[in-house]
Structure formats: C-alpha cells, structure tokens
C-alpha cells in the first residue's frame, strides 16, 4: 500500500499563503485520482479540491474555489495544494490520499499537517 506524507502546514496570518505537499512512496502510475481533505476541530473530514492523475483534471469544494489550486509532479511522486488568501475557517488539519478507481474509496491517508489561520 502506498504511504503518503504531508507537510508544509504552519500558523498564518488570514489573507496569507501557505502550500502543501503529499509525497507518495513509490510510483503513482496505479493512482486514478488523488485529493486533500481537511477536519476542522470538532468538525466531520470534508473534501477540499482533487486532481485526475491522467489528464490532471481537477476539482474543488466551493468555499476554497478561486483561493485553492491543486497541482502534481508525477515526476516526484507529489501533490501540491497552494492556499492563499486564507481565512480563520480553513484551519484544520489537511490529509491527502489516493483513490486507485473512480469506484473504490480513497484510501492511504497521510498523518495530516496542521494548518492554523489567525484572524
């Protein structure tokens, strides 16, 4: 199973950046789609944007689109989330997985990376 690390989460300042990676540990070559979900304290995980491994179509939840911008490396086993103009609600804490079929469920979750925004 492919393991997953995240990083670049840190303490922000509201209308600022901050970018993210998920490292996969070995060649992505069986990924159909990967995606960043974050969990806000005391809130259920949501869904915040995904990329289309083959063709790098992507798709984002409302309240981060126009401010969040998922990319990929296929070359470096990464995917980036670029977050600017962060806001206090985006706070939480970011995971990335794989979904190997558009018919199985995401799974190999990283250990997450804590984003805070200060208002």
């Known amino acids: 199973q492919v393991q997953l690390v995240e990083s670049g989460g840190g303490l922000v300042q509201a209308g600022g950046s901050l970018r993210l990676s998920c490292v996969a540990s070995?060649?992505?070559?069986?990924?159909?789609?990967m995606g960043w979900f974050r969990r806000a304290p005391g809130k259920e995980r949501e869904f915040v944007a995904a990329?289309?491994?083959?063709?790098?179509?992507?798709y984002y939840a409302d309240a981060v689109k126009a401010r969040f911008t998922i990319s990929r490396d296929a070359a470096k086993n990464t995917v980036y989330l670029q977050m600017n103009s962060l806001k206090p609600e985006d706070t939480g804490v970011y995971y990335c997985?794989?979904?190997?079929?558009?018919?199985?469920?995401?799974?190999?979750w990283g250990q997450g990376t804590q984003v805070t925004v200060s208002s």
């Open positions: 997985a794989v979904q190997r079929s558009p018919v199985l469920e995401y799974e190999s």
């Open positions: 070995e060649a992505t070559r069986s990924i159909y789609q």
């Open positions: 990329i289309r491994w083959i063709g790098s179509i992507k």
